[in-house]
């Protein structure tokens, strides 16, 4: 009765243990995805060439007035996204602009005729108003992507002869909750039916579920 009492005390302790290094590491590992994705969406809004030509637009836009030449135009905010029928010039004014919508309108002259948004309309937040789906679809690449990529690495990891000094709490034994939460991140921004991915992920993430299993095995026998 006490050697059952002792292994019962040894089981739970060790079942105590086990959560609360997942529930660590889960912990990290939401965190570090997170401060991954804030840092892509900072070098997005302030450090690339085409944020600083977004910024530079923006900053420029209230001097473009009616009766400027269209060279004085193209040499204050340089070459247009897009032109149509040679009279709209488009440019982007933010960098989550991805579709411009953004317009200089030239007459028959060359001369600027309009544009839009007025000078007055131009907002300089990095999110202002209207650009909540704009962050969504962020979210929504960065996730896919950053998942993408840790599941690459999770896959070398899991193959990788590494010794389990650690027992229980050695990285290895946790792979399985990683590739839980690769799996949830790179779900949810998908969309419902067939996907051809699956054909390659799901036995990605059965090879990682299998070297978990081995790993486990070999953990209990040596007890």
């Known amino acids: 009765m006490v050697r059952w009492a002792s292994h019962t005390f040894r089981d739970a302790a060790l079942a105590e243990s086990i959560l609360r290094r997942a529930a660590s590491l889960a912990y990290s590992a939401v965190s570090l995805f997170v401060m991954l994705g804030a840092f892509t969406l900072v070098m997005e809004l302030e450090f690339t060439g085409r944020a600083a030509q ?46 411009s919508s953004d317009f200089v309108e030239f007459d028959e002259q060359g001369k600027v005729k309009s544009k839009r948004p007025s000078g007055e309309e131009i907002s300089r937040e990095w999110l202002p108003p209207g650009f909540d789906h704009a962050l969504r679809d962020f979210a929504k690449g960065f996730s896919v992507v950053a998942s993408v990529i840790g599941i690459v690495v999770l896959l070398a990891a899991s193959l990788l002869p590494v010794g389990m000094g650690r027992g229980w709490a050695a990285l290895p034994l946790y792979y399985p909750l990683f590739a839980l939460l690769l799996v949830a991140a790179y779900e949810w921004p998908q969309t419902g039916g067939w996907r051809f991915d699956r054909l390659l992920l799901v036995p990605v993430y059965l090879v990682v579920l299998i070297a978990w299993a081995f790993r486990v095995y070999a953990m209990l026998r040596l007890r």
Not at 69 to 84: C, F, K, Q, T
Not at 85 to 91: D, L, V
Request: proline share 7%; glycine share 4%.
């Open 54 to 99: 977004c910024w530079k637009n923006n900053r420029l836009w209230a001097a473009i007035e009616p009766g400027m030449d269209r060279a004085e135009v193209v040499r204050m905010l340089g070459a247009p996204n897009d032109i149509h029928y040679e009279t709209f010039y488009f440019y982007d004014l933010h960098p989550f602009n991805h579709v």
